[in-house]
């Protein structure tokens, strides 16, 4: 079966300093990973998605996120932080097989200090 | 531009009732999910549907059931409400969910009483 990891359910940062989420993943196969963010009170926004080919990969609102198969982790990054960057961030596993569904992570909830 | 609407956004339904969330989407797309969010468990999977008149079950379909009468329109039930079924509500819909990503609808607040 496949899992999704987010150890840290909280980050603080000042604005300005760099941010970086971390995302663990268990699964057999290849992975799809995906990160989406969820802005206070709104539904979930699509961020980037690693399916294969390069390993750092770009996304919307200046994110970027690195898959590491050595360790099995999918790490959300952006430099500098902005207030406006405080939102929940969930990553995502797609599992393969005869029927696809997406695994979430438990989300890790970002506040951005001005 | 994409869209998925969900209705309705908010209920509040009691012990014991029947309760029905209804989505509806106009991207053509062949997937359509059902998760819940609750605090510190992240999105949970419902149950989720590839074609119309078929439904599968996620990781979480005890107390619900689930309806896809056409490519459109994807249905969540919840037979006999309870307490523990009070959380938010998302719907979503992709294309191959291996490389397209979801679009989500706003949700909605389902408060059991």
């Known amino acids: 079966a496949q899992s999704v990891d987010q150890p840290d359910a909280h980050v603080t940062l000042s604005e300005g300093a760099s941010l970086e989420l971390r995302c663990s993943y268990s699964?057999?196969?290849?992975?799809?990973l995906f990160w989406y963010v969820q802005y206070p009170g709104q539904s979930l926004q699509f961020l980037l998605k690693y399916i294969t080919g390069d390993t750092v990969v770009k996304g919307t609102k200046g994110f970027e996120a690195e898959f590491r198969k050595s360790n099995s982790s999918f790490n959300l990054k952006k430099s500098p932080a902005h207030w406006s960057d405080s939102a929940k961030y969930f990553c995502?596993?797609?599992?393969?097989?005869?029927?696809?569904?997406?695994?979430f992570g438990k989300g890790t909830l970002l506040t951005v200090t001005p | 531009e994409a869209a998925v609407t969900q209705s309705p956004r908010s209920k509040v339904a009691v012990t014991g009732g029947k309760v029905t969330l209804s989505c509806h989407q106009t991207n053509n797309h062949d997937y359509m999910y059902w998760y819940r969010q609750d605090t510190g468990h992240g999105l949970r999977l419902i149950h989720y549907s590839y074609v119309a008149d078929s439904t599968e079950k996620g990781d979480i379909p005890d107390g619900y059931k689930a309806s896809r009468p056409s490519q459109e329109n994807f249905s969540l039930i919840l037979e006999l409400a309870s307490l523990s079924q009070t959380a938010v509500y998302f719907c979503?819909?992709?294309?191959?969910?291996?490389?397209?990503?979801?679009?989500f609808g706003a949700g909605t607040r389902l408060s059991v009483l």
């Open positions: 699964y057999s196969a290849a992975p799809y």
């Open positions: 995502a596993l797609v599992s393969g097989g005869s029927n696809y569904k997406l695994t």
């Open positions: 979503a819909s992709s294309g191959a969910p291996s490389q397209n990503t979801l679009y």
